[in-house]
């Protein structure tokens, strides 16, 4: 029996032994990074493939249709040396890129492309014989977005021999990763991208390279969480890493954390065990805006594009605030128009816990009105769309208009909607223009033309006329009547005068 007992709590040790090893993963946590496109006018390079040499990476990043002209060599440390190659490899495409490789023998490193030795590079390196680890990554990213409400992104998924799984996030796609003996190399690349904020022949779709060289190293550590309940910049030890929600890996210790939404901070300490997750939940004290706009634009708060009031949405925005004072900014009015893309306009806010702050910015507070004068003969909307879900009111009515654009107003009798006029219209800004709209009358209410009649005759006309109004439909036919009868009763009378002079 005791020895039954011993052997039930040896298998019992061992069994968790077992899963704390499992459970005691290392974290990957950022060392460094390198941008392979610094000192250039302009990006010009993307990461595609990592070239692993014992403790060395080397990156392969070619410069856009001028090919492969530097060699860069990276240890866990960072940069240890940088090439410029005296006889550039013109690549085809990105593809071609990758049928460059790497060498290294007798002090040389050895550059090869498409199978043959293209050139030598003398350098000394102490390549290790560490086994590199059996695990396995893929990667990947965003590859088309729009700007400026989307965000580039990326990803490595590293699975391990036990089927466990780490995932790194990155701010670009990944267009490379290699395992060393020391953690993960990865490389990332370009995206292309919509400009939501560009006017025509400005909008894309655009291309923008990127070729960043970071390195992760597995270190003891624990995951932070970091949830807020209005869009929140999060900065860790110093260093931005993201907008909330977001989970990042951390090594073991203390930490500073601050969050910042719209220029309202709050700071925490906190305190990372090792295999242990730990999530901040940060609160705001929060109101509302809604913006209204006479023309489709872009709103900043605080200098954070939150969106746009376009004409699908009938110019209105909403959003979440923290409380305090703000500055929105309306910018690229009109686009993708050019009429006004260059204009902008600032305008202070103050947000009150729960309450709901309204900004209705008018074409002449944006400088932009011209003025439209709206007249008719009978009370009628004015609509500023030929879906008439713009109602600007009702005759007689001036209205401010967006200069230099153009507008379909439709006038509708308010007692006739089956009834409308169209009118194009353009203005300039600050010019005014009338438009006087004459109806049918009898078109749009004839019955209410016949009351209206009835209202200016005599009480006893009026009576008359109203008794008779069933068989007598207008007042043309009421004084025909009249008008018959009389001619009936001369014509009695000359018969009965000839027959009274005959006999």
């Not at 530097?70 to 006889?87: C, H, M, Q, Y």
């Not at 680890?133 to 400026?148: A, C, D, F, V």
Request: with cysteine; hydrophobic share 40%.
């Amino acid at each position: 029996m005791v020895m039954l007992i011993m052997k039930f709590h040896i298998i019992s040790s061992l069994l968790v032994l077992l899963l704390i090893t499992n459970l005691a993963s290392a974290v990957y946590v950022e060392m460094w990074y390198y941008d392979l496109n610094k000192g250039s006018e302009w990006p010009d390079r993307e990461i595609t493939k990592i070239v692993v040499l014992g403790d060395y990476a080397i990156p392969i990043a070619c410069k856009f249709l001028f090919g492969l002209d530097k060699v860069w060599i990276f240890n866990e440390s960072g940069l240890v040396a940088e090439f410029k190659l005296k006889r550039p490899i013109e690549v085809r495409n990105g593809a071609d890129c990758n049928n460059v490789d790497f060498k290294y023998e007798n002090s040389t490193l050895l550059i090869i492309y498409r199978n043959k030795t293209w050139d030598r590079i003398p350098i000394n390196l102490t390549l290790s014989n560490e086994n590199i680890p059996t695990s396995t990554l893929t990667y990947g990213g965003s590859e088309i977005i729009e700007i400026p409400t989307q965000k580039p992104s990326g990803y490595v998924k590293l699975t391990k021999p036990n089927n466990s799984e780490i995932y790194i996030k990155l701010p670009y796609p990944v267009g490379a990763a290699a395992l060393s003996s020391h953690g993960i190399f990865i490389g990332t690349k370009g995206y292309s991208y919509f400009n939501r904020e560009g006017t025509w022949g400005e909008e894309g779709p655009f291309y923008k390279l990127i070729a960043i060289f970071y390195f992760y190293k597995d270190v003891p550590g624990g995951y932070l969480t970091v949830h807020s309940n209005t869009n929140g910049k999060v900065i860790v030890d110093g260093k931005e890493v993201g907008e909330t929600p977001v989970t990042i890996p951390l090594q073991v210790g203390k930490h500073k954390v601050k969050v910042i939404s719209f220029g309202v901070s709050r700071e925490y300490e906190i305190q990372i065990t090792e295999n242990a997750g730990k999530t901040l939940d940060v609160i705001f004290p929060t109101g509302y805006l809604e913006i209204t706009l006479p023309i489709n634009g872009w709103i900043k708060v605080d200098g954070i594009t939150v969106g746009e009031a376009s004409y699908w949405k009938h110019y209105y925005f909403r959003t979440v605030l923290p409380v305090g004072t703000h500055t929105v900014t309306i910018y690229c009015l009109g686009c993708p128009n050019e009429e006004f893309n260059n204009l902008k306009a600032n305008f202070k806010v103050e947000i009150r816990e729960n309450e709901t702050t309204k900004l209705n910015i008018t074409a002449e507070m944006l400088g932009i009105a011209g003025y439209l004068s709206v007249k008719s003969n009978v009370k009628a909307r004015v609509y500023l769309d030929p879906r008439k879900t713009q109602e600007a009111g009702i005759t007689p009515i001036e209205i401010p208009l967006i200069g230099n654009y153009y507008y379909q107003i439709i006038v509708v009798p308010v007692d006739a909607p089956e009834i409308e006029k169209k009118f194009d219209v353009i203005l300039k800004p600050g010019e005014r223009k009338e438009i006087y709209v004459f109806f049918n009358i009898t078109d749009v209410n004839p019955q209410k033309v016949q009351e209206e009649f009835h209202d200016k005759e005599s009480p006893e006309m009026s009576k008359t006329f109203s008794h008779a109004s069933v068989n007598v439909p207008n007042k043309e036919t009421s004084l025909k009547l009249p008008i018959i009868l009389a001619v009936i009763i001369i014509i009695e009378f000359v018969v009965y005068l000839a027959l009274k002079r005959r006999y």
